[in-house]
C-alpha cells in the first residue's frame, strides 16, 4: 500500500494570561489555550493525524504532559520532529485538511499566515494544505468559548 490516511483531534481549555497561538500564529485575544505546551490545537491535531496515519500513537506517547523538558514548547518544534519521524519511516505528506472550531476569536484573518507557517514547517507546497474554521453554532463548550478544537486528516504517500 502507497498511501495511508490518519486523522487527529485535539481541544484545550480557554483561559487567562496565556497567548493564544493556533496554527503556529499567534492571534490577538483577551484569552489563550491552557495546555503543558503553548497548546496549539491545530497543530496537535495535525501532528495526531500523521502519526496515527502510520499507527505510531499520538502525540502524547512521544510528548507527554508529564515530562517538564515539554513545558511551554512550541507546537511547530514538535511537528519537524513528527514530521521527521513520518520521513524516516518512508512517507511523506500528500496533504492535509484541517478544521478549526471556535466561536471567537474570528479566525478567517489568521488561515493564509496559518497555513504559511504550517507549510514551511513542513517543507511542503501551499496547496498541500487546508484550513478551515467555523462555530460550534453555540452548542456545548466550544460555542460557549470555553474551549477551542480542530480536527484534521492527512494524507501520507509511500517515497
Not at 500513537?57 to 523538558?69: A, L, Q, R, T
Not at 518512508?90 to 476569536?105: F, K, L, Q
Request: glycine share 10%.
Amino acid at each position: 500500500m502507497n498511501i495511508r490516511i490518519g486523522n487527529g483531534y485535539d481541544i484545550h481549555r480557554l483561559g487567562k494570561e496565556r497567548p493564544l497561538i493556533i496554527g503556529g500564529e499567534e492571534i490577538p485575544h483577551e484569552l489563550g489555550l491552557l495546555g503543558h505546551s503553548d497548546a496549539d490545537v491545530l497543530t496537535h491535531a495535525i501532528m495526531d493525524a500523521m502519526l496515527g496515519a502510520l499507527s505510531l500513537g499520538d502525540i502524547g506517547h512521544y510528548f507527554p504532559p508529564s515530562e517538564p523538558k515539554w513545558e511551554g514548547a512550541n507546537s511547530l518544534s514538535l511537528l519537524i520532529e513528527v514530521n521527521q519521524m513520518v520521513q524516516s519511516q518512508g512517507w511523506r505528506v500528500g496533504n492535509i485538511d484541517s478544521v478549526i472550531i471556535a466561536e471567537r476569536p474570528k479566525l478567517k484573518p489568521y488561515l493564509k499566515a496559518m497555513r504559511d507557517r504550517l507549510t514551511q514547517t513542513l517543507a511542503i507546497h501551499s496547496d498541500q494544505i487546508s484550513i478551515k474554521v467555523t462555530t460550534n453554532e453555540k452548542l456545548g463548550a466550544i460555542g460557549q468559548e470555553e474551549g477551542i478544537s480542530a480536527y484534521t486528516v492527512a494524507l501520507l504517500i509511500a517515497d
